[in-house]
């Protein structure tokens, strides 16, 4: 059955008033504004609105809204309360406290997942043949520097276990010698969760090449299982990305498509933060359309724009 609200129920007119959703059995007298699927606006969520959001969040599930950038996290507590029903952005905040999967669903929400094998396969094809080569170079045997790859923000796995595949498949001799970690860090568990298991669907895998399709996946129906040799490759692990105290000193780090959705002063606190544990040297690459941000302009000198591949200085 369709819940309150939802644009199922809705028919043509001005006001009702309807019984609410919130805890089982209880019937609470709501506004409803029947009709308009597109509730609530962005301008209807105020500030304090998404403050007190963020303090349940907080309190519920130690998660910071505050890092974010204040009209896209508006935008998509947006879209949770339109799929709740809720008619008023109090009702939801009510539900919120009260629904403890209701707290895992924004926080899902908050943070997109959106992730594919092998995204932006121009930067892929650029680490092989430059990036990747020099860092073996510089770290030759098990003796020397440890190489260690770190993907923040690894979503389901897709960026790491393409890396791993990278590995595996152009540089065998190297790794066996080296003997390369690769790990990866998301906050959210569930992505994390699907990360462990490393069965996909077929849309993502769109930009993997199908001779890779066919070395490195299973088919089991309609899904596509990794094999374990990729899997065993990469360490999954949950952690914030503003907790920057806990970062892990590394040669590479990928950080693509996460920091936009972070405030500019985070972005920088963040940015500065790779540079404090990249080790001299290391390489930093970012999402298409992230860049440095003020201080850390100066901790990192380019090397492929376009790829928005950095190096530390
Ligand atoms: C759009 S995905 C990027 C996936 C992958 N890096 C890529 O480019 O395809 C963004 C990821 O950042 C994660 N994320 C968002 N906020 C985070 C935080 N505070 N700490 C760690 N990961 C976070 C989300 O859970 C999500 O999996």
């Not at 209807?44 to 505050?66: H, V």
């Not at 974010?68 to 905040?93: H, L, P, Q």
């Not at 790990?183 to 992505?191: F, H, L, S």
């Not at 440095?292 to 190096?311: A, D, H, K, M, T």
Request: aromatic share 8%; hydrophobic share 35%.
């Amino acid at each position: 059955m369709p819940k309150v609200g939802h644009p199922a129920c809705m028919d043509s007119g001005a006001f009702q008033s309807v019984p609410g959703h919130i805890g089982p059995g209880r019937k609470v007298n709501v506004k409803l504004s029947i009709g308009d699927s597109t509730f609530p606006e962005l301008s209807e969520i105020s500030d304090y609105d998404l403050a007190t959001i963020g303090m349940i969040l907080n309190e519920g599930r130690g998660f910071d809204l505050s890092v974010y950038k204040e009209k896209c996290m508006k935008r998509r507590v947006a879209i949770r309360i339109r799929s709740t029903g809720c008619s008023n952005v109090a009702d939801y905040c009510d539900f919120l406290r009260r629904s403890f999967r209701e707290l895992e669903l924004l926080q899902k929400t908050l943070t997109i997942h959106v992730s594919q094998f092998f995204r932006n396969p121009s930067m892929f094809e650029k680490l092989r043949n430059e990036i990747i080569p020099k860092l073996f170079a510089s770290s030759p045997d098990k003796d020397s520097e440890p190489l260690r790859f770190w993907c923040l923000g690894c979503a389901g796995g897709e960026e790491p276990y393409s890396l791993a595949i990278l590995l595996r498949e152009y540089f065998s001799r190297e790794i066996h010698k080296v003997r390369p970690t690769i790990m990866a860090t998301d906050i959210d568990a569930e992505t994390l969760k699907v990360a462990h298991l490393g069965e996909y669907n077929e849309d993502r895998l769109k930009e993997l090449p199908d001779v890779l399709r066919e070395r490195y996946f299973r088919q089991e129906n309609r899904r596509f299982c990794l094999v374990p040799e990729i899997r065993e490759m990469v360490t999954f692990r949950m952690a914030d990305i503003s907790d920057v105290e806990q970062y892990i000193p590394s040669s590479l780090v990928l950080c693509r498509n996460t920091l936009i959705y972070f405030t500019r002063t985070n972005q920088e606190k963040i940015l500065n933060g790779i540079a404090d544990i990249l080790q001299p040297g290391g390489i930093l690459v970012l999402g298409k359309s992230e860049s440095l941000i003020g201080n850390s302009n100066r901790r990192f000198r380019p090397v492929c724009q376009l790829e928005r591949i950095y190096q530390r200085v």
